[in-house]
């Protein structure tokens, strides 16, 4: 299993395609659910979660890259 993040276009906008994914380095997991404030990833399993703008910061910081700011993200698990 790893996570994933993806972004889509905001508010309710008519075109609901996934418009951004990546599949974040399994090395970073246990980081990243920590910060998220989740137990494990396998508590993260139940759910595809949003991303508030200060977890988005924490998590480009985390990942060495800029995700983009203009969309909705969010971050699940992948089997």
Do not use: C
Request: glycine share 6%.
């Amino acid at each position: 299993m790893y996570l994933e993040i993806n972004g889509f276009l905001p508010n309710n906008d008519p075109d609901d395609s996934l418009k951004y994914e990546l599949a974040v380095d399994r090395a970073l997991t246990d980081q990243i659910v920590g910060v998220l404030g989740h137990e494990s990833l396998n508590a993260m399993a139940a759910a595809e979660w949003p991303l508030a703008k200060q977890q988005v910061a924490e998590l480009s910081s985390i990942i060495g890259k800029p995700l983009p700011p203009h969309l909705a993200l969010f971050i699940g698990v992948v089997a």
